[in-house]
């Protein structure tokens, strides 16, 4: 069964307007890390707001583990999760009690535990009775990736994991992420504008432009099909390229 599969899905915020998301078709199987890349206002951010169900789309249909988001997303819900660095946690809670409400939602069994090896793995044990809404940005950063393994997902959704991380704690970042998906199986759909953190964890990278996939395939072979040198260079030929 795949991850997620995504037929045709379209979402158009208002009739007179072009779609944000104009006829995305994809399968992305398990125990996979794919990237979705694009430019400000390529219909990322409403790409993954329809796949985690928030968002119903003017027409399509996306299925994740086998469910149907629009009338089964709660059971997918709970073997999925979701980080975004731009989506507070509630400011007054500690990091703890933030994980707690999280734990509680998703009904982790043992979940202090599952809180203390998230902690150790993620370097917050010194700023687990410390308010959110104290914490720096890259602290945030750590905690919310946190919160999006507190249940152990099968497939997870993120948004710039590594931003404003520091280069040093970004790389420990990346190395988590690439021993969690071994280990588990977890599929891993990432949404980046750091192209180097694609190239190292991506198999599979879709290029988005106004809501339209213009482009697909391993970041090497997009790196030699456009004859560039890295995948930066690919993202800014697409970027750049004539409407």
């Not at 078709?25 to 990322?44: D, E, H, S, V």
């Not at 308010?131 to 905690?143: D, H, I």
């Given at each position: 069964m795949p991850a997620l599969e995504v037929e045709a899905l379209v979402k158009r915020y208002k009739p007179d307007r072009p779609p944000a998301v104009d006829g995305?078709?994809?399968?992305?199987?398990?125990?996979?890390?794919?990237?979705?890349?694009?430019?400000?206002?390529?219909?990322?951010?409403?790409?993954?707001?329809m796949l985690l169900g928030l968002l119903k789309p003017t027409s399509g249909k996306v299925l994740a583990l086998g469910h149907d988001m629009e009338r089964d997303r709660f059971t997918a819900l709970a073997r999925m999760n979701f980080s975004s660095p731009y989506i507070a946690l509630p400011h007054r809670l500690s990091v703890a009690e933030n994980l707690r409400v999280y734990g509680h939602l998703y009904g982790v069994a043992r979940l202090e535990e599952r809180i203390g090896e998230l902690a150790e793995e993620l370097h917050l044990a010194d700023l687990l009775d410390r308010?959110?809404?104290?914490?720096?940005?890259?602290?945030?950063?750590?905690?919310a990736l946190a919160k999006s393994l507190i249940n152990r997902p099968e497939l997870l959704l993120l948004d710039e994991p590594t931003a404003s991380l520091d280069p040093d704690t970004a790389d420990q970042i990346r190395s988590w992420l690439?021993?969690?998906?071994?280990?588990?199986?977890?599929?891993?759909?990432?949404?980046?504008?750091?192209?180097?953190?694609?190239?190292?964890?991506?198999?599979?990278?879709?290029?988005?432009?106004?809501?339209?996939?213009?482009?697909?395939?391993s970041p090497d072979?997009?790196?030699?099909?456009?004859?560039?040198?890295?995948?930066?260079?690919?993202?800014?030929?697409?970027?750049?390229?004539?409407?």
């Open positions: 995305l078709t994809f399968t992305m199987p398990r125990g996979a890390t794919w990237g979705l890349l694009g430019g400000n206002g390529a219909g990322k951010t409403t790409t993954i707001a308010p959110a809404g104290e914490l720096s940005a890259g602290q945030k950063t750590r905690v690439e021993r969690y998906r071994e280990a588990t199986g977890c599929a891993i759909l990432l949404a980046s504008h750091n192209m180097a953190e694609v190239e190292r964890l991506c198999g599979h990278v879709m290029m988005l432009r106004k809501g339209v996939v213009v482009d697909q395939g072979d997009l790196i030699a099909r456009y004859g560039r040198g890295n995948l930066e260079e690919v993202f800014l030929d697409i970027a750049r390229a004539p409407a």
